[in-house]
C-alpha cells in the first residue's frame, strides 16, 4: 500500500508518495494554483546513479598530493564513517592550531533545503563558528551587487529583499510597468523557501485590471505571451544608457516631479547637470533602441501611474551597480516613489513569492551561532581569496585582508555552478590543503573535494519549510530511508563536535525532533505577539501545514508611503535621511569603476567593442531545475540536445556562421570553452547567444584546468570580475563569445556518473 506524505521544495510543495521503500511520485500541493512542473523531477532526482553511497577520500590526498594539485582527476577510496570522523577531526584541529581559525574557508553557499533546520549552511557555519570561528562570505550571488549599493542610495534592502508593493497595489493603481529584464514566467515555480505558486495569477491579475506591461530586454521570451508585454529589444549591458536618456528627456520636457526632488531627494541638481549630452540620440547609438522609443517610454512612465523594475540579473554584469541606481533615478524624477502601487522594486521576474500580499509575521528559522572570526569576503571573490594570501581586497569603503585559506568546507551549495571563470577557478581551488563537501549527489564540487561526506536529501529527514514571503508553514515528513549510507548534516556536525568535545553546545541535547518542536514553538510564541494563533506542533504536524492569514480586508502595500507622506517624521535610513541620487559616502571611496551618482561606464566586455563574429553570451536560470539541482531528472534531460545543454541563437547568427538547429556547437573564448546544442529561436536581439546555467561542470579531461566541457556549462566562459571595487559582485553578464560547428565525434557525457573508486581504508 502507498504511503503519502507531505513535503516541500524550492520548487513547489508537494505530497511524496512512497511504495515499497522508494519514493515513487511527487503529486503537487493542491492548494498551489498553479504547481509547478519541476515537482515531477524529484523522485528521480533522488534516486540518481549520481548519488553518493558512502563516505569517501580522493587518493591523491591520502598519498601527500594536497596543496598546489589540480582536483578532479583522482579516483576515490571508500571510508568508514568511524574512519572519516576521526580522520577530519584531526585535520580541523591541525588547522586550526597550526594555521589559525581562519584558515578555515565555511563556503556553503546554496540552495540546498526548503527545510528551515537541515539547512546544511547553518548547520555547517554553526558548527564552525562554535569551534573557533571561519572566514566567511557575504551577500548573495544573485543579488550582490543590489546588497552593497542599494543602502547607501535607500537606506537599506526593502526594495530587494524586504516586504515590497504588493501585486494588487500595483494592479489597482499602476497602469504602467517598465520591466528592466522582463518579467520571466520560469523564474516564478522556485523561490527561496517553498510558496504556492502566485506569481504568474498576480501577473494576469495585473494586466487584467488595466497595466500595460513594457519588457526592455534582448529577448521577448522574458515575459509570457498572456500578460502582453510591449517587446522593446536592447543591447545587453546597456541599459543605465537607456535609463539616462528617458531622464534627460523627462527634464528636457519639465515633466519632473519637482516638488519630490526638492523634499524628498538628495544630489538631483549635480547629477541632472551630469547628464548634459545624455539624449536619446546619445542612447540609441548605444542601446539600440530607436531614440523616438526612448522619448515615448519616458513620456508614458511620465504620463500615467507607473512602476518600474528590474530583474537581479541586471546587476550581474560590469558596473552593475548603475543601472538600478538609474532605476532608482527615474523614479526620482516621476516623483512616483511612495505613491499606491508605483515606485521602484527589484526582482519581480526574478523569483516567485515577491510582491504577494502578506501579513507581517516571522518565519521559522535556525538560531545562528556567532563568527569570532572578523574575516570575511564578498560572495562571488573566493578565487581572488584563494589566489591572494596576505593581500587586501577593496569592498564597500573597506580594504579587506585576506587571510591564507588552509581547508574549504562546503555543505548545500555548488561553486561549480555559480561561480564564473570556472578554469581559474581551479587552480585557485587547487591551492588549499583540504576540501571537505558534504553532497547527495556527486556534482562536480564532490568531484573535485578530498573529503566527501554523503547528506541525506530533503525525502530522508523531517524538516519544516518556512520562508516570509510564503502563505504556508510547510511539515516535511521523512519520505524514505536513508540511501546509502547517507547521514544527516546535523548529525554528521555533531559527531566532528563531539570528537572537538562541544557536542552538547552544538546539539544543545535536542535530537532531530526535539529541535523540529523547539523552532515550531518559538515560531508559535513570535506569530501571537502580531495577533497571530498558530496551532500546536502536534496538530500542524498531522495536518501537514499552517495557512497564514493574508492581510486584514487584502489591504494593499506600498513601500516607502510612510517616507513619501513625511519625510522628517519618516526618514530613510541614509546619512541625509532622503534618497541619495548622488551619495557622498560613495563620492569618497574615489572608485572609477562607481562615481557618486549614477553613471554611464563602457562594459568591459559588450557589443559595442565585439569584434564581428563575437556573440554576447546571457546565462540564464533555467525553466527545467533550480539552478544545477534537478540537472540528473528526466525534465532536464529531455530539454537537452544530444545531452548537451542549449544555446539559443536567432536565425540570423545561425545562418551567418554555417550553425544548423539541433546539432552540437563549440562554444569558446579565451577563458574556456564547452559543448552545447543549437536552438533557434524567433524574437531574440542578433548578437545575442542565451544559454540556461546548471549544467554539471564536466571536462573532457578531468583535473586539467582549460579543459573543454561537454557537457555545457556556461561557466567556463564568464569572467571572474567584480561588478566594481565597490558593489564587487558577480559580473557574469558581460561576457563574448563565439560559436562554431563541432565536427568531431562526440564525447560522452559523464557528470551524472559516479567517479573512479578504487580499493577501501
Same mark, same amino acid.
Given at each position: 500500500?502507498?504511503?503519502?506524505?507531505?513535503?516541500?521544495? =524550492?520548487?513547489?510543495?508537494?505530497?511524496?508518495?512512497?511504495?515499497?521503500?522508494?519514493?515513487?511520485?511527487?503529486?503537487?500541493?493542491?492548494?498551489?494554483?498553479?504547481?509547478?512542473?519541476?515537482?515531477?523531477?524529484?523522485?528521480?532526482?533522488?534516486?540518481?546513479?549520481?548519488?553518493?553511497?558512502?563516505?569517501?577520500? %580522493?587518493?591523491?590526498?591520502?598519498?601527500?598530493?594536497?596543496?598546489?594539485?589540480?582536483?578532479?582527476?583522482?579516483?576515490?577510496?571508500?571510508?568508514?564513517?568511524?574512519?572519516?570522523?576521526?580522520?577530519?577531526?584531526?585535520?580541523?584541529?591541525?588547522?586550526?592550531?597550526?594555521?589559525?581559525?581562519?584558515?578555515?574557508?565555511?563556503?556553503?553557499?546554496?540552495?540546498?533545503?526548503?527545510?528551515?533546520? =537541515?539547512?546544511?549552511?547553518?548547520?555547517?557555519?554553526?558548527?564552525?563558528?562554535?569551534?573557533?570561528?571561519?572566514?566567511?562570505?557575504?551577500?548573495?550571488?544573485?543579488?550582490?551587487?543590489?546588497?552593497?549599493?542599494?543602502?547607501?542610495?535607500?537606506?537599506?534592502?526593502? /526594495?530587494?529583499?524586504?516586504?515590497?508593493?504588493?501585486?494588487?497595489?500595483?494592479?489597482?493603481?499602476?497602469? &504602467?510597468?517598465?520591466?528592466?529584464?522582463?518579467?520571466?514566467?520560469?523564474?516564478?515555480?522556485?523561490?527561496?523557501?517553498?510558496? !504556492?505558486?502566485?506569481?504568474?495569477?498576480?501577473?494576469?491579475?495585473?494586466?487584467?485590471?488595466? /497595466?500595460?506591461?513594457?519588457?526592455?530586454?534582448?529577448?521577448?521570451?522574458?515575459?509570457?505571451?498572456?500578460?502582453?508585454?510591449?517587446?522593446?529589444?536592447?543591447?545587453?549591458?546597456?541599459?543605465? !544608457?537607456?535609463?539616462?536618456?528617458?531622464?534627460?528627456?523627462?527634464?528636457?520636457?519639465?515633466?519632473?516631479?519637482?516638488? &519630490?526632488?526638492?523634499?524628498?531627494?538628495?544630489?538631483?541638481?549635480?547629477?541632472?547637470?551630469?547628464?548634459?549630452?545624455?539624449?536619446?540620440?546619445?542612447?540609441?547609438?548605444?542601446?539600440?533602441?530607436?531614440?523616438? @522609443?526612448?522619448?515615448?517610454?519616458?513620456?508614458?512612465?511620465?504620463?500615467?501611474?507607473?512602476?518600474?523594475?528590474?530583474?537581479?540579473?541586471?546587476?550581474?554584469?560590469? =558596473?552593475?551597480?548603475?543601472?538600478?541606481?538609474?532605476?532608482?533615478?527615474?523614479?526620482?524624477?516621476?516623483?512616483?516613489?511612495?505613491?499606491?502601487?508605483?515606485?521602484?522594486?527589484?526582482?519581480?521576474?526574478?523569483?516567485?513569492?515577491?510582491?504577494?500580499?502578506?501579513?507581517?509575521?516571522?518565519?521559522?528559522?535556525?538560531?545562528?551561532?556567532?563568527?569570532?572570526?572578523?574575516?570575511?569576503?564578498?560572495?562571488?571573490?573566493?578565487?581572488?581569496?584563494?589566489?591572494?594570501?596576505?593581500?587586501?581586497?577593496?569592498?564597500?569603503?573597506?580594504?579587506?585582508?585576506?587571510?591564507?585559506?588552509?581547508?574549504?568546507?562546503?555543505?548545500?551549495?555548488?561553486?561549480?555552478?555559480?561561480?564564473?571563470?570556472?578554469?581559474?577557478?581551479?587552480?585557485?581551488?587547487?591551492?588549499?590543503?583540504?576540501?571537505?563537501?558534504?553532497?547527495?549527489?556527486?556534482?562536480? /564540487?564532490?568531484?573535485?573535494?578530498?573529503?566527501?561526506?554523503?547528506?541525506? @536529501?530533503?525525502?530522508?529527514?523531517?524538516?519544516?519549510?518556512?520562508?516570509?514571503?510564503?502563505?504556508?508553514?510547510?511539515?516535511?515528513?521523512?519520505?524514505?530511508?536513508?540511501?546509502?549510507?547517507?547521514?544527516?548534516?546535523?548529525?554528521?556536525?555533531?559527531?566532528?563536535?563531539?570528537?572537538?568535545? &562541544?557536542?552538547?553546545?552544538?546539539?544543545?541535547?535536542?535530537?532531530?525532533?526535539?529541535?523540529?518542536?523547539?523552532?515550531?514553538? %518559538?515560531?508559535?510564541?513570535?506569530?501571537?505577539?502580531?495577533?497571530?494563533?498558530?496551532?500546536?506542533?502536534?496538530?500542524?504536524?498531522?495536518? *501537514?501545514? /499552517?495557512?497564514?492569514?493574508?492581510?486584514?480586508?487584502?489591504?494593499?502595500?506600498?513601500?516607502?508611503?510612510? &517616507?513619501?507622506?513625511?519625510?522628517?517624521?519618516?526618514?530613510?535610513? @541614509?546619512?541625509?535621511?532622503?534618497?541619495?541620487?548622488?551619495?557622498?559616502?560613495?563620492?569618497?571611496?574615489?572608485?572609477?569603476?562607481?562615481?557618486?551618482?549614477?553613471?554611464?561606464?563602457?562594459?568591459?566586455?559588450?557589443?559595442?567593442?565585439?569584434?564581428?563574429?563575437?556573440?554576447?553570451?546571457?546565462?540564464?536560470?533555467?525553466?527545467?531545475?533550480?539552478?544545477?539541482?534537478?540537472?540528473?531528472?528526466?525534465?532536464?534531460?529531455?530539454?537537452?540536445?544530444?545531452? %548537451?545543454?542549449?544555446?539559443?541563437?536567432?536565425?540570423?547568427?545561425?545562418?551567418? %556562421?554555417?550553425?544548423?538547429? *539541433?546539432?552540437?556547437?563549440?562554444?569558446?573564448?579565451?577563458?574556456?570553452?564547452?559543448?552545447?546544442?543549437?536552438?533557434?529561436?524567433?524574437?531574440?536581439?542578433?548578437?545575442?547567444?542565451?544559454?540556461?546555467?546548471?549544467?554539471?561542470?564536466?571536462?573532457?579531461?578531468?583535473?586539467?584546468?582549460?579543459?573543454?566541457?561537454?557537457?555545457?556549462?556556461?561557466?567556463?566562459?564568464?569572467?571572474?570580475?567584480?561588478?566594481?571595487?565597490?558593489?564587487?559582485?558577480?559580473?557574469?553578464?558581460?561576457?563574448?563569445?563565439?560559436?562554431?560547428?563541432?565536427?568531431?565525434?562526440?564525447?560522452?557525457?559523464?557528470?551524472?556518473?559516479?567517479?573512479?573508486?578504487?580499493?577501501?581504508?
Amino acid at each position: 500500500m502507498d504511503q503519502i506524505v507531505p513535503h516541500a521544495s =524550492h520548487w513547489g510543495f508537494f505530497d511524496a508518495v512512497v511504495r515499497d521503500g522508494r519514493f515513487v511520485e511527487a503529486r503537487p500541493f493542491a492548494r498551489d494554483p498553479m504547481p509547478p512542473r519541476l515537482v515531477a523531477a524529484t523522485p528521480a532526482t533522488v534516486h540518481s546513479e549520481a548519488r553518493i553511497d558512502r563516505p569517501y577520500v %580522493r587518493k591523491g590526498w591520502l598519498e601527500g598530493r594536497r596543496a598546489g594539485h589540480a582536483r578532479g582527476g583522482d579516483p576515490f577510496v571508500p571510508v568508514s564513517w568511524d574512519r572519516i570522523t576521526r580522520l577530519l577531526a584531526e585535520e580541523v584541529a591541525q588547522t586550526r592550531a597550526e594555521h589559525g581559525d581562519n584558515a578555515l574557508f565555511g563556503g556553503s553557499y546554496g540552495w540546498a533545503s526548503a527545510g528551515r533546520f =537541515h539547512h546544511a549552511k547553518t548547520q555547517l557555519q554553526r558548527y564552525l563558528a562554535l569551534g573557533g570561528g571561519y572566514t566567511t562570505s557575504v551577500n548573495a550571488y544573485s543579488y550582490a551587487t543590489a546588497q552593497a549599493l542599494l543602502p547607501h542610495v535607500l537606506g537599506d534592502v526593502e /526594495v530587494l529583499l524586504g516586504r515590497m508593493t504588493d501585486w494588487s497595489a500595483i494592479a489597482r493603481h499602476a497602469r &504602467f510597468m517598465l520591466c528592466l529584464g522582463g518579467l520571466a514566467e520560469k523564474n516564478g515555480q522556485v523561490t527561496s523557501g517553498a510558496a !504556492a505558486q502566485t506569481y504568474v495569477p498576480n501577473m494576469r491579475a495585473a494586466a487584467e485590471a488595466g /497595466v500595460r506591461f513594457v519588457n526592455v530586454s534582448p529577448f521577448r521570451g522574458d515575459t509570457m505571451e498572456a500578460i502582453g508585454a510591449e517587446w522593446v529589444p536592447i543591447r545587453p549591458g546597456t541599459d543605465t !544608457a537607456l535609463l539616462l536618456a528617458m531622464i534627460r528627456h523627462i527634464l528636457d520636457r519639465g515633466l519632473e516631479d519637482r516638488e &519630490f526632488l526638492a523634499t524628498h531627494v538628495t544630489g538631483w541638481d549635480r547629477f541632472a547637470a551630469s547628464l548634459d549630452g545624455r539624449t536619446p540620440k546619445w542612447a540609441e547609438g548605444i542601446t539600440g533602441v530607436p531614440a523616438a @522609443t526612448i522619448r515615448r517610454l519616458a513620456e508614458e512612465c511620465a504620463g500615467q501611474p507607473t512602476m518600474l523594475t528590474a530583474a537581479w540579473s541586471l546587476q550581474r554584469a560590469d =558596473h552593475g551597480e548603475q543601472p538600478y541606481w538609474a532605476l532608482v533615478a527615474l523614479a526620482c524624477a516621476l516623483g512616483s516613489i511612495g505613491k499606491p502601487g508605483q515606485g521602484v522594486g527589484f526582482g519581480y521576474g526574478s523569483s516567485g513569492g515577491i510582491g504577494n500580499p502578506r501579513r507581517e509575521l516571522p518565519s521559522v528559522s535556525m538560531p545562528a551561532a556567532p563568527n569570532p572570526v572578523r574575516d570575511f569576503i564578498p560572495v562571488g571573490r573566493i578565487t581572488e581569496l584563494l589566489e591572494n594570501p596576505g593581500g587586501t581586497m577593496a569592498y564597500n569603503g573597506l580594504n579587506l585582508a585576506l587571510p591564507e585559506i588552509r581547508m574549504v568546507w562546503w555543505a548545500g551549495g555548488n561553486p561549480f555552478h555559480h561561480h564564473q571563470d570556472l578554469n581559474r577557478f581551479l587552480r585557485a581551488w587547487a591551492r588549499s590543503e583540504t576540501i571537505v563537501v558534504q553532497e547527495p549527489w556527486w556534482t562536480a /564540487v564532490a568531484r573535485h573535494a578530498d573529503i566527501v561526506l554523503p547528506a541525506t @536529501t530533503t525525502l530522508e529527514r523531517n524538516d519544516i519549510a518556512s520562508t516570509s514571503r510564503d502563505r504556508f508553514v510547510r511539515a516535511m515528513h521523512r519520505a524514505i530511508a536513508p540511501q546509502g549510507q547517507a547521514r544527516n548534516d546535523h548529525d554528521i556536525l555533531a559527531d566532528l563536535a563531539d570528537a572537538a568535545g &562541544f557536542r552538547d553546545r552544538f546539539t544543545e541535547q535536542r535530537d532531530e525532533g526535539a529541535w523540529l518542536r523547539f523552532l515550531y514553538g %518559538r515560531w508559535v510564541t513570535a506569530c501571537a505577539k502580531f495577533g497571530f494563533e498558530a496551532p500546536d506542533f502536534e496538530r500542524f504536524w498531522a495536518e *501537514g501545514h /499552517v495557512e497564514l492569514p493574508l492581510p486584514a480586508h487584502r489591504e494593499e502595500y506600498t513601500q516607502f508611503a510612510a &517616507f513619501r507622506a513625511d519625510p522628517e517624521a519618516s526618514p530613510l535610513d @541614509t546619512p541625509s535621511g532622503k534618497v541619495e541620487v548622488f551619495s557622498e559616502a560613495i563620492a569618497a571611496m574615489n572608485l572609477p569603476d562607481c562615481p557618486g551618482m549614477p553613471s554611464w561606464i563602457p562594459p568591459r566586455e559588450s557589443l559595442l567593442s565585439a569584434a564581428p563574429d563575437e556573440l554576447h553570451l546571457l546565462s540564464f536560470q533555467p525553466a527545467t531545475r533550480l539552478h544545477s539541482q534537478l540537472d540528473p531528472g528526466p525534465i532536464a534531460a529531455a530539454d537537452k540536445i544530444e545531452g %548537451r545543454e542549449p544555446i539559443l541563437l536567432c536565425a540570423e547568427d545561425a545562418r551567418t %556562421r554555417g550553425l544548423a538547429d *539541433g546539432r552540437v556547437v563549440r562554444v569558446w573564448n579565451e577563458r574556456g570553452a564547452c559543448l552545447a546544442g543549437l536552438r533557434i529561436v524567433e524574437d531574440l536581439t542578433p548578437g545575442v547567444a542565451l544559454m540556461a546555467t546548471g549544467a554539471w561542470f564536466d571536462p573532457l579531461e578531468p583535473g586539467v584546468p582549460g579543459s573543454l566541457c561537454v557537457h555545457g556549462n556556461p561557466n567556463v566562459l564568464t569572467a571572474d570580475v567584480g561588478t566594481s571595487r565597490m558593489g564587487q559582485g558577480p559580473s557574469a553578464q558581460s561576457c563574448l563569445v563565439r560559436v562554431e560547428p563541432w565536427l568531431e565525434a562526440l564525447p560522452p557525457v559523464r557528470a551524472h556518473v559516479p567517479p573512479p573508486i578504487e580499493g577501501m581504508i
